[in-house]
């Protein structure tokens, strides 16, 4: 499993090509799959960090760059959450059929692994760092004063707010339907201190998901968590997917 996981070159339903790299582990564990947030890619030190933790503890994982993002191909204009849902999907069509899966998205990451989680049962096991649920008001809170397809998200040049990434935030407006009609197990990860995903969110998902289900409030921690360490999520993740992912 391990050679072949590595070796793999995954693309989307595009054709562009999907950068992602690839932490061997115990071959009968699984696989866990990590997501990035808005702005972000497989490198930030938050997946690196609990890539390598759960490595190390026999998890096998796999970081991926939604297309668009980072050195995956694709144009970050197009980057959505419905689109990046697509390419989860997508990787997923191109892994072995009997792989044991588990999903572990940051932010928006998570809103994706939500997203194709409630549409695809390949996903056994659900983690959320820090994770977007309301997708239309982080919208307003973050880019409200933006004027879409000319500004850009907290003023990184090479992120330019698009109309489509505005329109497809105030579609989705919310996920706790998803949540609610999830199913699997939701382990839910958040900073007491974020200011950028609300810790409401992780809340509110909380209350709405059915069992098995756990809500992990980090002390102090930021929205990439890096006031705490990563040792914490490492930890948690590994407890859970312990006794979930099987």
């Not at 996981?5 to 999907?18: K, V, W």
């Not at 409200?144 to 989705?172: A, F, K, N, Q, T």
């Not at 197990?185 to 756990?214: M, Y």
Request: hydrophobic share 35%; with cysteine.
């Amino acid at each position: 499993m391990s050679t072949d996981l590595a070796t793999i070159e995954f693309s989307n339903r595009q054709g562009e090509r999907l950068d992602a790299a690839f932490h061997p582990g115990k071959p009968d564990r699984g696989l866990v799959i990590l997501g990035h947030g808005v702005t972000g890619n497989k490198d930030r030190p938050l997946l690196v960090g609990v890539a390598e933790g759960l490595s190390a503890l026999g998890w096998p994982c796999l970081r991926i760059s939604f297309s668009g993002n980072g050195d995956s191909e694709g144009s970050f204009g197009e980057a959505t959450v419905t689109k990046e849902s697509e390419d989860l999907r997508d990787v997923l069509d191109q892994l072995p059929d009997d792989l044991k899966i588990a999903y572990c998205g940051h932010s928006m990451g998570a809103a994706v692994g939500l997203m194709t989680a409630a549409v695809d049962h390949r996903i056994r096991v659900v983690v959320n760092l820090a994770g977007m649920i309301r997708t239309e008001e982080f919208l307003e809170r973050e880019f409200g004063d933006v004027e879409p397809d000319e500004g850009c998200m907290w003023d990184e040049p090479g992120c330019p707010l698009s109309r489509g990434y505005v329109d497809d935030m105030e579609s989705i407006g919310d996920l706790l339907d998803e949540v609610g009609g999830l199913a699997r197990p939701l382990l839910l990860i958040h900073g007491t201190a974020d200011d950028v995903v609300l810790p409401e969110d992780s809340e509110e998902a909380f209350e709405a998901a059915s069992e098995p289900k756990s809500l992990i409030r980090i002390e102090g921690a930021g929205h990439s968590f890096e006031e705490s360490g990563y040792e914490p999520l490492v930890s948690a993740i590994h407890e859970w997917l312990g006794e979930h992912l099987r």
